[in-house]
């Protein structure tokens, strides 16, 4: 069946990196856009940044432009998220989402409710 495993989370002062991995199985994985979405406790699931299933396309949220870069590797079946001068507020799970419905993403498309496979998630802690 399809499926999505987050990994690259950790503890990480502010500043600092991580690299988060997603791995796909299941579904022909070139076809499929994927997201990256992370959820602080208390606070509304929000789409990070989501690349199209040729990786031509990218869109990012405000918060994280200049800092976080996505990337795939389809021979890999896998989707990154290079995570620089990381701060606190980005504190939160992070969830790797798929979808076969959009070939291309715009601004405006990096939004949960597009999304239809979903993986478990990776905790990001970032404190001092």
């Known amino acids: 069946q399809l499926q999505l495993v987050e990994s690259g989370g950790g503890l990480v002062q502010p500043g600092g990196s991580l690299r988060l991995s997603c791995a796909a199985s299941g579904f022909t994985f070139r076809y499929y856009t994927i997201g990256w979405f992370r959820q602080a406790p208390g606070k509304e699931r929000e789409g990070v940044s989501c690349i199209s299933s040729s990786g031509g396309s990218t869109v990012y949220a405000d918060s994280v432009k200049g800092r976080f870069t996505i990337s795939r590797d389809n021979a890999k079946n896998t989707v990154y998220l290079q995570m620089n001068s990381l701060k606190p507020e980005d504190t939160a799970v992070y969830y790797c989402?798929?979808?076969?419905?959009?070939?291309?993403?715009?601004?405006?498309?990096?939004?949960?409710?597009?999304?239809?496979?979903w993986g478990q998630g990776t905790q990001v802690t970032v404190s001092s």
């Open positions: 989402a798929a979808t076969g419905s959009m070939r291309a993403v715009v601004p405006g498309t990096c939004v949960s409710r597009m999304y239809d496979y």
